[in-house]
C-alpha cells in the first residue's frame, strides 16, 4: 500500500524559507513519477515541480524557477522521501501544498494532476509579514 505523508508546512514572512517533506512508503520508486502540487483558496490546483524516475525533474510553475528545488533521498527499497526546499518565499507562494505520486507513469514527467494516482493529506504553507 502506498502512502504520502507530508511535513513541514508552516507560517512564515516573505523571503523566508522552508522545506517540505513527503514521506513515501511502499512505493516502487524506480517507477514512480513524484511531485508537487500546491492549490489557494479559490484556486484550481496547480504543478508545482515533479521528480522522474533517473533523478530528473522538471519545474510546472514558472513563478518558483530558481526559488525552489525539489529532490528526494531514498530509504530502502519501498521507501523514500521527496522534498521541496522553498527559498525566497513570497504572499503568493500561499496554499495548501500537496505530494503526489504515479506508478509507471503514461509519460516521463507531468504538471497535470488529474494524471498522478496517490496524494497526501497536504501540508499549509503561509507567506505573510
Known amino acids: 500500500q502506498l502512502q504520502l505523508v507530508e511535513s513541514g508546512g508552516d507560517s512564515v514572512q516573505p523571503g523566508g524559507s522552508l522545506r517540505l517533506s513527503c514521506e513515501a512508503s511502499?512505493?516502487?520508486?524506480?517507477?514512480?513519477?513524484m511531485a508537487w502540487f500546491r492549490q489557494a483558496p479559490g484556486k484550481e490546483r496547480e504543478g508545482v515541480a515533479n521528480l522522474y524516475s533517473g533523478g530528473g525533474w522538471t519545474f510546472c510553475a514558472n513563478s518558483v524557477q530558481g526559488r525552489f528545488t525539489i529532490f528526494s533521498i531514498s530509504r530502502g527499497n519501498s521507501e523514500k522521501t521527496l522534498y521541496l526546499q522553498m527559498n525566497s518565499l513570497k504572499p503568493e507562494d500561499t496554499a495548501m501544498y500537496y505530494c503526489?505520486?504515479?506508478?509507471?507513469?503514461?509519460?516521463?514527467?507531468?504538471?497535470?494532476?488529474?494524471?498522478?494516482?496517490?496524494w497526501g493529506q497536504g501540508t499549509q504553507v503561509t507567506v505573510s509579514s
Open positions: 511502499g512505493i516502487p520508486y524506480s517507477s514512480a513519477l
Open positions: 503526489a505520486a504515479v506508478l509507471n507513469p503514461a509519460r516521463r514527467d507531468s504538471c497535470r494532476w488529474s494524471e498522478y494516482t496517490y
